[in-house]
């Protein structure tokens, strides 16, 4: 009886204990998008057990080709992403909140794996400033969505900012 009432607080005090670490940490983030685009120094850096959500300057509003596939089709794009690929949806005349639509009326899972990734970091890991920055972005024509599947995190590439919004929840 005494020994079951040790494991019962020592296995609550590890629950207490793991719900209090982050999701991410930014030098790993760094790691994660050097990859990807051009980075310069971080702005914003939040991450809770659920979320993580950053914004970085970059040194470049250009992405790094190699690692990611632009698409200016959204359909051409499904087909990256459900192959795991690394995705910049470039599509004419559609901002990133346009892309997440079509992209949901094509394929609902997909689509709501991307917005999955925006929702929750917005609720969980955003102050109400950085809010209103990823709302910008998200409606912005000069921003492009790079969806990382694999790793289940959205990132909004303001060009004429240079900034980079990432979000990630663990969905």
Known sequence: MRIAKHVV????????????????KEEEVRAELAGLVYLAQTRRFTSKPTCTAAIFDLASSSVRSH???????VRAGLRLVKAGRVVAFDVPG???NVVSEQLMSISLEEGMGL???????SMACMDDQ???DAYYALMSDQSLTIYDPTNNA???LHREARLL???RGNV
């Open 94 to 96: 559609a901002n990133p």
């Open 115 to 121: 917005l999955s990734s925006f929702i929750g970091p």
């Open 154 to 156: 959205m990132m909004l």
């Open 130 to 132: 950085f809010q209103v």
């Open 67 to 73: 690692r990611v596939r632009i698409v200016s089709d």
């Open 165 to 167: 919004f990432f979000l």
């Open 9 to 24: 607080l020592v296995l609550s005090a590890l629950l207490v204990l793991t719900s209090c670490i982050p999701l991410d």
